[in-house]
């Protein structure tokens, strides 16, 4: 195979997998292997409603963190047994390094690198704890004051209070937040349909 063959397979695989229909320069593909970007979520897990207990759900997902590009994550909470104000489940992340170490969000070296640690963070304090059943979401964009040496971010579900709930669709993108309700019907992907016209000029829905 000649390399300008190889090069354009490596081209539509890369046009496929990034979504886009543009030609791509070896430049334009660094940039896209630098700061990837996926035209959907990285992850969808745990469709159907699974029951935790505890002070936490058996639940998580590690994923690669870049900087400019934030981590953006949703998840459904139903049936929460506790009743107190401002308790229950809510999104956790753990910083990684290379290593998959958990480094410590509060506690820096003197080059400004987090030490190693083992605890969980709230991924955005607008995620707050809460008893109201309905979607939990929240983002963290990661730039040059907090990338450092994370190279790794593992969403979790915890709570500051042991209760029972359960919950579904823990997404997980490298995009804006958005909606669950917008891809998941039913627990299941909803199929993205595009209007089409009929003879007359208008749209179907």
């Known amino acids: 195979m000649s390399l300008s063959s190889t090069m354009t397979s490596l081209m539509d695989k890369a046009r496929a997998n990034y979504h886009i229909t543009d030609k791509l320069s070896v430049a334009n593909l660094t940039d896209l292997m630098d700061q ?14 699974t029951k935790a207990s505890g002070w936490g759900a058996d639940a998580s997902v590690t994923v690669p963190v870049f900087k400019g590009v934030p981590i953006c994550v949703t998840v459904e909470i139903k049936d929460i ?40 963070v709230q991924v955005d304090s607008s995620d707050n704890f809460s008893n109201k059943n309905g979607l939990r979401s929240a983002q963290r964009l990661f730039d040059a004051s907090n990338l450092r040496n994370v190279a790794y971010i593992k969403i979790s579900i915890g709570n500051n209070t042991v209760t029972t709930y359960s919950f579904r669709n823990l997404v997980v993108s490298y995009y804006e937040p958005y909606s669950v309700q917008n891809l998941i019907d039913g627990g299941n992907l909803a199929p993205l349909v595009a209007p089409t016209t009929r003879n007359d000029g208008t749209e179907t829905e």
Do not use: H, R
């Not at 990837?36 to 409603?49: H, K, M």
């Not at 107190?84 to 958990?102: E, H, I, R, T, V």
């Open 36 to 49: 990837p970007a996926v035209n959907g979520p990285l992850s969808i897990t745990y469709q159907d409603w």
């Open 81 to 120: 047994a506790s009743t107190a104000s401002d308790q229950g489940p809510c999104l956790m992340c753990n910083f990684k390094d290379k290593n998959l170490n958990d480094l410590s969000f509060w506690d820096v070296d003197s080059n400004g690198n987090y030490k190693l640690a083992n605890e969980g």
